[in-house]
């Protein structure tokens, strides 16, 4: 288990660096293109990639919890 | 506005969930500051803000109930904030409801237990009444029974007894009635026994002759009567017989003498009347001798029958005589049945004597003429030979017989005899004057004889006659007697009869019952003695069979019990043998369990486990526990606990570091923190764990110094119970040591158990000496 936990966090960090890189890439791209390089999407994109990455790694995490429908509280 | 509520709702939400309720407020705040700049207008934005989360949730809180309960549970003092703007829960209504609800149905429950014990009540009483009616109805129904038992009994004695009363003689019951048999025999016995003369009033002597009676059986009186009337049967014979005899010979000596008397009358008349002719009729000579001779034979003849008749009569007279002492001596015995015979036995003696007599007054009378002719003739006779003696002595040489002489005499005897006759004449003449003149006084003393024989011969005669009257009259008055005797005695019989009769009746009907009474009870006697030898024999026989078995029971038993103990020894051996291929096989997988390197499992325990189940095929509790070795650890081996300890030193900085993930809270922020709790917290290396855990020990890092403490201390059972009380993400981290750590306490557990059972085993069969 603790090495699951371990390779869950080599594939998290790198899925995120990879998102991030994407992210920022294609950030820069549409900046480029189409937004007369302004920084904003170039922002966007990144946060768009860490985000993406963030919540795929925050899934990652929590999928031995996971229920499909809703989460159980006590009422 | 509405994102405000929003941000409310969900500072709320967090407010719930998590233990810092500050950030919320700093995110409002912070959200909130790029409207105004002022610090008044920001602070007022925030009073605001919270005060229309406080109203928004207690506006929410009044219509959701459930809402309003989970703040009270998380909020501590929102129940008294509640309250006071609300009012109480509508929630605590409810179990006042409830309550009201349990009320009732008890309520009604305790009607219905009412109605229940006052049906059971009413039950119980009419069951103990209707016991004791029936009880009652019972109890008079035997005694009913009873009743109507003994009340037929005595309606069937009445009606017996009722019938026989019909009958006019007494229905006596069984004792009387005996009596009044005996009584009634007694009754014949005297009628039988009087006496004939004696017996007038028969019914005035029998109530005489009841009183001093005494009881006898019915069979002697019967015996007795028959005895009685044997005697008199053969006294009757005897009497009848004699009496027979006697008539028989009176008669035949009674006919002899009459006949003899007859005779002897026919002698005398014929003799008188040849006497009388020969004295008066003149006859010649020659015949006159034949005369005089006839008369001699007449006279011969006369004297003959005159003594037969004389002899007829003693001979008659002698029989009569014992004729009638023999009738007295029948007289004397008083039998009724003789009497009939007596009394002709009398009448024929008296008829008998009555003929007897008047041949006797005939002969007599015939006597008395023949007397007189005899006189006459013997004074003739007399007067003859006076004149043939005149005659002789006058003329001696004449013969006597002078009628014969007429030839004979001379002229001188012829007047001598003139003469003498001539003398005679004048003699005769004198006497006949003197005859003359005594005539009158010899006719006078004549008659007056004549009188006096004919008076006494009339007497005589009158006494006879009386006599034979009076014998007649007597007999008549005897056979009369007998008679109405007779007549009486029929009369008698047949009422005697009859009750005789209604008697045997009454008796036969007694006598069905009391039968069938005795029967009964005689069966039912015999039945109760039958039952109790049945039962005794029962008994006895069961006794005998109960010690025989007893016998045999112990004698098996003991048997039994020695080749137990054989078996018993012969099995503790084999016992024995076992435990100790079993205390074997288990200490062989013991040694296993210890063939460890720091890191690698054991080897797997298959092999010993095998051996262990080779040595106890037989044993279900080794069985079964060699059986509950985990399979892993047949096949791949359990891990020791050195390698245990040293995997939970590196397991335990990871559990640290993820504590506060748990099943809801597992974002990567989370993560952040328990990442920083961990770095930030410090705990004991180790620490020992206390008896009982409290709720503040089950903190994830605590549960990891008590079990690293234990761990340390060997007691990797408790560390793995602390371990398993972690939650969440630690959990998951140390799972797999856990399952680890579960598999070799669990083969360490049946290894012990085996070994122990072993131990015990081996223990138990050793003998001591």
């Keep these: 288990m603790a090495e699951e936990h371990g390779r869950k966090w080599d594939r998290c960090l790198a899925d995120t660096a990879v998102k991030t890189v994407t992210g920022l890439g294609v950030g820069i791209v549409f900046s480029v293109l189409l937004f007369k390089r302004r920084t904003w999407p170039v922002a966007f994109g990144s946060g768009l990639g860490v985000g993406m990455g963030y919540t795929n790694c925050q899934n990652d995490f929590r999928l031995p919890y996971l229920i499909h429908g809703r989460m159980v509280k006590d009422q | ?769």
């Design chain 2, 1 to 769: 506005m509405l994102r405000a509520c929003l941000r409310g709702a969900n500072a709320t939400a967090r407010n719930n969930c998590r233990r810092n309720p500050l950030t919320s407020v700093q995110h409002c705040r912070h959200y909130t500051a790029g409207e105004t700049s002022g610090a008044t207008k920001v602070v007022a934005a925030g009073l605001l803000t919270v005060s229309s989360g406080i109203g928004g949730t207690i506006l929410y809180a009044k219509w959701d109930h459930k809402f309003r309960a989970a703040v009270e549970k998380n909020v501590p003092y929102s129940d008294l904030l509640f309250s006071l703007a609300l009012g109480p829960s509508s929630q605590e209504g409810l179990p006042i409801k409830k309550q009201t609800e349990l009320a009732q149905p008890p309520s009604m429950m305790d009607k219905q237990v009412k109605a229940s014990k006052a049906k059971s009540e009413k039950k119980v009483k009419e069951a103990a009444e209707s016991p004791a009616e029936e009880s009652s109805p019972a109890t008079t129904q035997p005694a009913q029974s009873i009743e109507e038992i003994s009340q037929e009994a005595s309606v069937e004695a009445t009606h017996i007894i009722s019938a026989i009363g019909e009958v006019p003689s007494v229905p006596a019951p069984c004792d009387t009635e005996a009596a009044a048999v005996k009584e009634e025999c007694k009754e014949c016995h005297d009628h039988k026994d009087t006496p004939v003369t004696a017996v007038v009033h028969p019914n005035t002597e029998s109530p005489v002759a009841m009183e001093p009676l005494k009881e006898r059986p019915v069979e002697e009186v019967a015996a007795r009567l028959a005895q009685q009337d044997q005697e008199e049967q053969d006294i009757l014979a005897s009497v009848s017989a004699s009496l027979e005899e006697s008539l028989a010979s009176s008669a035949k000596t009674t006919l002899q003498a009459i006949g003899a008397q007859e005779a002897a009358l026919q002698a005398i008349t014929q003799h008188t009347h040849k006497l009388k002719e020969a004295m008066e009729a003149e006859v010649p000579p020659q015949e006159k001798s034949a005369q005089w001779k006839d008369l001699e034979a007449a006279l011969a003849n006369r004297t003959c029958a005159m003594n037969d008749a004389s002899t007829a009569l003693l001979k008659a007279n002698e029989t009569l005589g014992s004729l009638k002492s023999v009738i007295d001596k029948s007289k004397g015995l008083n039998i009724a049945a003789v009497h009939p015979l007596v009394l002709a036995a009398e009448e024929n003696l008296h008829n008998m004597i009555v003929d007897l007599d008047k041949v006797v007054t005939k002969v007599q009378s015939a006597e008395s003429e023949a007397k007189i002719v005899s006189q006459y003739s013997e004074l003739v006779n007399e007067a003859k030979q006076q004149f043939q003696r005149e005659v002789s002595s006058l003329t001696p040489e004449i013969q006597a017989n002078w009628k014969g002489l007429t030839g004979k005499l001379s002229a001188d005897d012829l007047n001598a005899l003139i003469a003498h006759a001539h003398r005679r004449i004048d003699q005769l003449n004198r006497e006949l004057a003197e005859q003359r003149v005594r005539e009158q006084i010899h006719i006078d003393a004549a008659l007056e004889q004549q009188k006096l024989e004919d008076q006494k011969a009339l007497e005589k005669a009158v006494n006879t006659t009386l006599q034979h009257v009076k014998e007649e009259a007597r007999l008549e008055q005897e056979r009369k007697l007998g008679e109405l005797r007779e007549v009486m005695e029929a009369e008698m019989r047949t009422q005697l009869r009859r009750q005789a009769a209604a008697h045997t009746d009454h008796v036969q009907d007694v006598l069905k019952v009391q039968e069938h009474e005795l029967r009964a009870e005689a069966e039912q006697v015999l039945s109760s003695k039958m039952l109790e030898q049945e039962t005794r024999y029962r008994q006895l026989n069961q006794e005998q069979l109960d010690n025989f078995t007893l016998d045999m029971n112990t004698a098996y038993a003991r048997l039994k019990g020695m080749e137990e103990a054989i078996d018993s020894h012969v099995v503790a051996e084999e016992e024995a043998r076992k435990a100790h291929q079993l205390w074997l096989s288990v200490e062989a997988l013991n040694y296993t369990l210890k063939t460890t390197d720091s890191d690698l499992p054991t080897i797997p325990l298959k092999s010993a486990a095998e051996a262990v189940r080779d040595s106890c095929h037989d044993n279900d509790f080794a069985l079964a526990l060699a059986s509950a070795l985990p399979e892993e650890s047949l096949h791949r081996g359990v891990y020791s606990e050195a390698s245990l300890r040293a995997r939970f030193n590196s397991l335990r900085s990871l559990a640290r570091r993820v504590a506060l993930i748990d099943e809801s809270h597992n974002s990567l922020y989370q993560y952040f923190l328990s990442y920083l709790q961990a770095a930030l917290l410090f705990e004991d290396e180790q620490k020992a764990p206390p008896t009982q855990l409290s709720r503040e020990d089950l903190d994830p890092f605590k549960l990891l110094s008590y079990a690293s403490y234990c761990l340390e201390h060997g007691d990797l059972e408790l560390a793995a119970k602390l371990v398993n009380q972690l939650r969440g993400e630690t959990r998951r981290v140390v799972e797999d040591w856990l399952t680890e750590a579960r598999l070799t306490l669990e083969t360490r557990q049946v290894v012990s158990l085996l070994s122990a059972y072993a131990n015990a085993v081996g223990l138990g069969t050793t003998q001591a000496p």
